[in-house]
C-alpha cells in the first residue's frame, strides 16, 4: 500500500487558514482518487473532499461550505487541502487517504490506504 503522510496541521484562531499536505508515493496521485476526510473526538470519521485522477472534485457541502479548496500536484504527488475562514467545529484529526477509482468518493469504506492523520485544532 502506498504511503500517505499528511502536514500542516496545527492551532489556529477561529477565522484563520491552514493548508493541509499530503505527500505520497509517486505517480499515487495519478492513479488514485485522493480525498481527506476527518474525525473529532466522539465522532464518526466525516468526509470532507474528494479529487479524481482527472481532477474533478467533490466537498462535504454542509461542513465545507465553499470554506475549503482540495488540490493536488501530481508531479509532486501531493494532495493539498486550503481551509479558510476555520471554525472551532473544524478542530479534528484530519486524514489523508487513497481510493481505486470508480468506488463512491464520499464512503469511508471506499478507501483503503490511509495516513496518521494531522491534528488541527481551532480556538475561538
Known amino acids: 500500500q502506498a504511503q500517505l503522510v499528511e502536514s500542516g496541521g496545527g492551532l489556529v484562531q477561529a477565522g484563520g487558514s491552514l493548508r493541509l499536505s499530503c505527500a505520497a508515493p509517486?505517480?499515487?496521485?495519478?492513479?488514485?482518487?485522493m480525498a481527506w476526510f476527518r474525525q473529532a473526538p466522539g465522532k464518526e470519521r466525516e468526509f470532507v473532499a474528494a479529487?479524481?485522477?482527472?481532477?474533478?472534485?467533490?466537498y462535504n457541502e454542509d461542513s465545507v461550505k465553499g470554506r475549503f479548496t482540495i488540490s493536488k500536484v501530481d508531479a509532486k504527488s501531493t494532495v493539498y487541502l486550503q481551509m479558510n475562514n476555520l471554525q472551532p467545529e473544524d478542530t479534528a484529526l484530519y486524514y489523508c487517504?487513497?481510493?481505486?477509482?470508480?468506488?463512491?468518493?464520499?464512503?469511508?469504506?471506499?478507501?483503503?490506504?490511509w495516513g496518521q492523520g494531522t491534528q488541527v485544532t481551532v480556538s475561538s
Open positions: 479529487i479524481g485522477r482527472t481532477g474533478s472534485r467533490t
Open positions: 509517486l505517480r499515487t496521485t495519478m492513479w488514485y482518487n
Open positions: 487517504a487513497a481510493a481505486q477509482p470508480g468506488k463512491p468518493a464520499k464512503a469511508v469504506s471506499s478507501y483503503d490506504n
